[in-house]
């Protein structure tokens, strides 16, 4: 059983579209995050969301417009695609401060805008 | 200011030998976390390691150990008997706030060093 998936893993859309990428985890922790690694494989945190609680939120467009339905879910919805959104958004989750261990990261969603 | 360093972008090693890679970490909270994380050319981020920072002892993991040494900020990863599939991207991460119930309890991330183990 995967303990965060994401879909899809791969996505290749035109500017100016709006998509979603959805991610789920079944590990049962409270708090989920996106990551965004851009081309020379920097990672940052884009959003947390615990409990379904918008948590963190760092200077991101605001075309893009995280949604947690649920403790288990965080979606990323991203309005108006623009070339330089492409990158690979990780979604991640964990249990702090319990969880002694890492933060479970998804296998990644590689965004190509075109 | 940039609060992960990893000055090492690439770093060779003959298989079998053992590699050490850099990081260093800034922060003012006395409760924190560092991690390792290995991203292989499949892109999936795989954790290695964890150092509290209130730890008493270096953390290890199989072949993979922390060299943590508080006083000088550093968290270094040190990868003994080097295997082919060693070879990767690896990531030093810190989490501030160690204890903290509240979450803004965020991964920052160093620049990774991209790890090639030869034959």
């Known amino acids: 059983d995967t303990a965060v998936s994401q879909t899809p893993k791969y996505l290749v859309t035109q500017m100016g579209n709006d998509k979603s990428i959805k991610c789920e985890q079944n590990?049962?922790?409270?708090?989920m995050y996106w990551y965004k690694q851009d081309s020379k494989k920097f990672l940052k945190i884009m959003f947390s969301y615990n409990n379904k609680e918008l948590i963190i939120n760092e200077t991101v467009p605001n075309r893009f417009s995280p949604k947690s339905p649920d403790k288990a879910h965080l979606n990323l919805h991203i309005n108006s695609l623009e070339l330089g959104d492409s990158a690979v958004y990780f979604c991640?989750?964990?249990?702090?401060?319990?969880?002694?261990?890492?933060?479970?990261f998804g296998s990644g969603t590689r965004l190509t805008v075109v | 200011a940039q609060k992960i360093t990893q000055t090492q972008p690439g770093m060779f090693v003959q298989e079998k030998e053992a590699v050490t890679l850099d990081c260093t970490y800034d922060?003012?909270?006395?409760?924190?976390?560092l991690f390792w994380y290995k991203q292989p050319s499949s892109g999936e981020m795989i954790f290695l390691i964890y150092q509290g920072s209130y730890d008493q002892q270096n953390a290890t993991e199989g072949r993979y150990s922390l060299n943590f040494q508080k006083a000088r900020k550093s968290a270094n990863l040190v990868i003994s008997a080097s295997q082919l599939g060693d070879s990767a991207m690896y990531f030093c991460a810190m989490r501030e706030g160690q204890f903290k119930e509240t979450s803004g309890s965020r991964l920052t991330f160093g620049e990774g060093t991209q790890l090639t183990v030869n034959p």
């Open positions: 590990l049962g922790h409270d708090t």
């Open positions: 991640a989750s964990s249990q702090v401060p319990k969880q002694r261990g890492g933060y479970t």
């Open positions: 922060t003012s909270d006395p409760s924190y976390g």
